[in-house]
């Protein structure tokens, strides 16, 4: 089983929809936990960290399931600059490294 | 201008021949690291380096060297032993905390 796996998608949504992404992990103690955004042929940036109590960011909202071992991001009014792939990145813990899940890639359209 | 600078951006190299990938960051972080990145996956560390002279082997260091003499630099050599080097690489530091990492632009290798 990998440490981290994501649905590779692709999502195809309409502008304005609403779209939930899911990420499991396999190490129950990991202990930090994040979304990176990478568009097409270019370096993965840090979208947002993800909390035990969730957050939000905008349009953007973040959840961790501790007791599934899952983390979830949940892109609300989507927009065209959305499309992109969405990487899952965990921390195990005492682990300084973080682990990338391999992406889910979101495709909006008009 | 802040930040993480990788080079080339493009490198078209020959079968059996070593290359060396440069990263270089003026953002004073201590740690850096190396992915490689193959289509449809997710990154695969390579190298990391906590402190200036230190390294250590991530993943998938077979057939990668790398040096850091200097805290700004962590060049990377992809020899002639790596079977499959054509790869999106991708230089990456992280502050203190280690759990923000900043990425590079990335270097496209591709061997011929």
């Known amino acids: 089983r990998k440490e981290v796996e994501q649905d590779p998608g692709p999502f195809n949504v309409p502008e304005g929809a609403t779209v939930a992404f899911n990420c499991t992990y396999s190490?129950?103690?990991?202990?930090?936990f994040f979304w990176y955004r990478q568009d097409c042929r270019k370096e993965p940036k840090l979208l947002m960290s993800?909390?035990?109590s969730g957050n939000e960011d905008g349009r953007f909202t973040a959840q961790l399931n501790r007791a599934s071992q899952y983390i979830s991001l949940l892109i609300r009014d989507s927009k065209l600059s959305d499309s992109a792939t969405y990487l899952c990145?965990?921390?195990?813990?005492?682990?300084?490294?973080?682990?990338f899940g391999a992406g889910t890639r979101l495709a909006v359209h008009p | 201008d802040g930040g993480i600078t990788q080079s080339p951006k493009y490198l078209f190299r020959k079968e059996g021949q070593n290359v060396t990938l440069s990263c270089e960051q003026n953002?004073?972080?201590?740690?850096m690291y190396w992915y490689r990145q193959d289509p449809g996956q997710g990154l695969r560390l390579i190298y990391y380096?906590?402190?200036?002279?230190?390294?250590q082997k991530g993943d998938i260091a077979e057939g990668y060297s790398v040096s850091r003499e200097k805290k700004e630099s962590f060049p990377l050599t992809v020899t002639s032993a790596q079977k499959n080097p054509t790869a999106f690489y991708l230089c990456?530091?992280?502050?203190?905390?280690?759990?923000?990492?900043?990425f590079g632009e990335g270097s496209w290798l591709t061997v011929v």
């Open positions: 380096s906590q402190i200036v002279n230190d390294f």
């Open positions: 190490n129950s103690a990991s202990q930090s």
């Open positions: 990145v965990v921390t195990p813990e005492g682990y300084n490294k973080l682990i």
């Open positions: 953002l004073n972080h201590d740690a």
């Open positions: 990456a530091t992280s502050d203190s905390s280690g759990n923000t990492i900043y």
């Open positions: 993800v909390y035990s």
